[in-house]
T-cell receptor, first 112, second 112 residues
Framework: EDQVTQSPEALRLQEGESSSLNCSYTVSGLRGLFWYRQDPGKGPEFLFTLYSAGEEKEKERLKATLTKKESFLHITAPKPEDSATYLCAVQAPASGTYKYIFGTGTRLKVLA | NAGVTQTPKFQVLKTGQSMTLQCAQDMNHEYMSWYRQDPGMGLRLIHYSVGAGITDQGEVPNGYNVSRSTTEDFPLRLLSAAPSQTSVYFC???????????FGDGTRLSIL
């Protein structure tokens, strides 16, 4: 069964303290891996798409990487405004065409 | 540019009542989907549509109906509300079934 697991569930960082969030997946034939940010009371907001192992994407203080088994979202020198829940989702043909499987997210809190 | 608009934002229903959650997008996206988000469960796909007149079931379709008569609108109908359907419901759209999704801000539904 296709599965996505995110860790840790929650993370508290001091402003400027870099860290990484993990998204591990077990799917048959990855079509794409997506990272989203979700603020309280809002819908998820798209950050990155990764398609193949070795691929990297960057946006401001965020950098996403992909291996054959997991993806990392690296946060460099975070600021309080980076506080949010970060969601990972995969798309795999075995789960059905056009279906996405979401992880349960990592709740990030950055303290000033 | 409104993006994906969901109405209502909040709703309280009694068990057995029916209602329709509205979703509209102004980006001319072909793919639209409905998710529910529950604590500790992540986003779960209810129904999706790859274009006007075409819908299919997701992971948790029981108790919900959808239709897609236009590209812009994708309403979700609860036939006979049950307390287990208390959740936050998100609608999403994307240009195609394998591209990043744009989410609305959700409908928070409580069923007593």
């Amino acid at each position: 069964e296709d599965q996505v697991t995110q860790s840790p569930e929650a993370l508290r960082l001091q402003e400027g303290e870099s860290s990484s969030l993990n998204c591990s997946y077990t799917v048959s034939g990855l079509r794409g891996l997506f990272w989203y940010r979700q603020d309280p009371g809002k819908g998820p907001e798209f950050l990155f798409t990764l398609y193949s192992a070795g691929e990297e994407k960057e946006k401001e203080r965020l950098k996403a990487t992909l291996t054959k088994k997991e993806s990392f979202l690296h946060i460099t020198a975070p600021k309080p405004e980076d506080s949010a829940t970060y969601l990972c989702a995969v798309q795999a043909p075995a789960s059905g065409t056009y279906k996405y499987i979401f992880g349960t997210g990592t709740r990030l809190k950055v303290l000033a | 540019n409104a993006g994906v608009t969901q109405t209502p934002k909040f709703q309280v229903l009694k068990t057995g009542q029916s209602m329709t959650l509205q979703c509209a997008q102004d980006m001319n996206h072909e793919y639209m989907s409905w998710y529910r988000q529950d604590p500790g469960m992540g986003l779960r796909l209810i129904h999706y549509s790859v274009g006007a007149g075409i819908t299919d079931q997701g992971e948790v379709p029981n108790g919900y109906n959808v239709s897609r008569s236009t590209t812009e609108d994708f309403p979700l109908r609860l036939l006979s509300a049950a307390p287990s359907q208390t959740s936050v419901y998100f609608c999403a759209s994307s240009p195609s079934g394998d591209s990043a999704q744009h989410f609305g801000d959700g409908t928070r539904l409580s069923i007593l």
